[in-house]
């Protein structure tokens, strides 16, 4: 991102010999206090997820210590492996990628449809059809959730990965963040495709698809982002813990003291596992978070 | 296919170049009538383009909101799970034993109590983080927003269960670091007082990233011109604040505003893992007595009758942040 840095005084920049001295001094100063602020605040942020990445490879001896270790003073997976033995981790992490693949698909597609046909068909009933979008945005999930579940019961989907798919599959976001970035594609480029002869599931398809690739990553990456982090849903429709998403199987382990009761390597490290996809995948792709947050309003 | 160029990978990138300044000629072109008589088509196409999302709109969305406020007015149990049609109407009922319900009003108040020191903290600090990111630091910027935006996008179970850790009273973070300066550490989570003040500690680290890189791209947008104009007028440091940065971010405070509170309003995962509702009720909140309600004893009736209620509040409060929050300079 780049900034005009608004904080110096026009005399500093024009270069008047004695202030900019006396500036330059007084710029360092604040620089450091700035800083030492930001890094203390970092600190703060990232505290935890440290906290959490070496406990779950400390020994229980070192977890239970007094005064407390800082660094392992011996690095084990023995919390890893104590987990696996409770918790089937590779089927959770096996569903919740499976859930969020499929959601993911489903918003890519289905929010695009309707995006192009909001933002360049005209076609009766458009109008109420984006207000119900638009609508869809402001109603919280749940006032929803009862009689989803019996809904889903009445189909004999309950423990079923669609159970955990079809209701995110197409949400009001997606539509909303698609029909403003298909908007700005020009009417010249459609009306062209129209004149050859296109129909307008080609023109949908090959021309603006290829053009709204990067709202397309954007709304990819924050659905699927969702979809891994999502919990009260999933919870209400699984009670067999084989169909399980990770937060799912993460959250019933802790608050069960029968299971967990003072096992916190194990706590910390299921929650490491929980985290560091999601983790990797936000560090690699974080321009487009920020990005997406910024133009779109996402979170 | 034609020479088309996606737009690049900025996602902030309008259209792509080569069709700029074309888009005014469309009116008079020749084949305009031609167009028009494709315009039935497009109808058509409309609604196929329509139809998934309204199949799953309808289905998981407007049919649910539609019964759950059916189901409000009636004792929907559980047997009715697997026969929901024998339900019967109750009228009012659920929602006057709502009102006289001293758990209901004793989470309603947790409730309160989380969004209104919840919200203007993390807004707050949102705002400070963003500012000081926006004074002038050239290096490390990135890694500073990335570092402070990384906990929004981590899995808030597996932060609250981190939480847990870090405040608990003998092995915790917070004990170990109070243990090195030779003090003790309460026990956040057990104690009435400390847990909900604990919880929205936890919710203000989580969230606050967000307004930030919102604050942060509102502020990149303020002009130098009008910086400098009030530094000519003899403004400070904090009277810029708060008389030309404040007033220009009011739109960015608007949406963040609505959107946190809704988010806080419908708190569950941070009560659920990390103190299940308790100590006596202290972080009971209303979706999570909703969650208990409808999903441990199938009170469903009465917990449709209490979603409801909660609806009715959020959408009274979004709507009175859109009346007092709004750009009065327009």
Known sequence: ?299 | MAPITPAGSDVSSGPPPENDGHVTAAAERPRRPRLRGRLGTQHLAGWLFSTPFLLLFGTFMAFPIVASLLMSFTDFGLRNVTDPLAADFVGLDNYIELFGDETFRRALFNTTYFVVVGVPLTIGLGLVAAVLLNSGIDRFRTFFRVGFYTPVVTSIVAVAVVWRFVLEPRDGLIAGVAAEFGWTSPDFLSSPTLAMPSLIAMAVWRNLGFPMVLFLAGLQSIPTEVREASRIDGAGAVQEFRKVTVPLLRPTMLYVAVITTIGYLNVFEEPFVMTGGGPADSTLTTSLYMYREGFDFFHMGYASAMAYTLFVIVLAITLLQLRFLRDKTR
């Open chain 1, 1 to 299: 991102m780049s900034t005009v840095d608004t904080s110096r005084p026009s005399a500093v920049r024009t270069g008047d010999p004695a202030t900019l001295a006396a500036f330059r001094r007084r710029d360092r100063t604040r620089k450091t206090l700035l800083y030492t602020l930001l890094s203390f605040g970092l600190l703060v942020m990232l505290a935890p997820f440290l906290w959490m990445g070496l406990s779950a490879f400390k020994t229980t001896e070192d977890l239970t210590a007094s005064p407390p270790v800082w660094i392992p003073t011996e690095w084990t997976l023995a919390h890893f492996r104590d987990l696996l033995d409770v918790l089937n981790m590779p089927l959770h992490f096996f569903n919740s990628t499976l859930v969020a693949v499929f959601v993911t698909l489903g918003n890519l597609v289905f929010c695009s449809m309707l995006g192009y046909a909001l933002a360049k068909l005209n076609f009766f009933g458009k109008g109420p059809v984006f207000g119900l979008v638009l609508g869809a945005l402001m109603v919280p999930m749940n006032l929803m959730l009862i009689p989803k579940f019996v809904l889903m019961s009445q189909f004999g989907l309950l423990d079923s990965y669609a159970a955990l798919i079809l209701p995110f599959a197409a949400g009001a976001f997606g539509v909303f963040l698609m029909r403003q970035f298909i908007s700005s594609v020009p009417d010249e480029l459609i009306d062209a495709a129209r004149v050859d002869g296109a129909n307008e599931w080609f023109i949908y398809w090959r021309i603006i698809l290829p053009l709204v690739k990067p709202a397309m990553a954007t709304l990819a990456i924050f659905t699927f982002m969702g979809s891994w982090n999502n919990f009260l849903w999933p919870l209400i429709v699984t009670n067999d813990p084989d169909k399980y998403t990770l937060p799912v199987a993460l959250a019933t382990f802790a608050i069960d003291p029968t299971k967990s009761e003072g096992s916190n390597g194990m706590l910390m490290a299921g929650a490491f596992l929980v985290v560091l996809p999601i983790l990797l995948v936000f560090i690699a792709l974080q321009r487009y978070f920020t990005q997406g947050i910024a133009t779109a309003g996402l979170k």
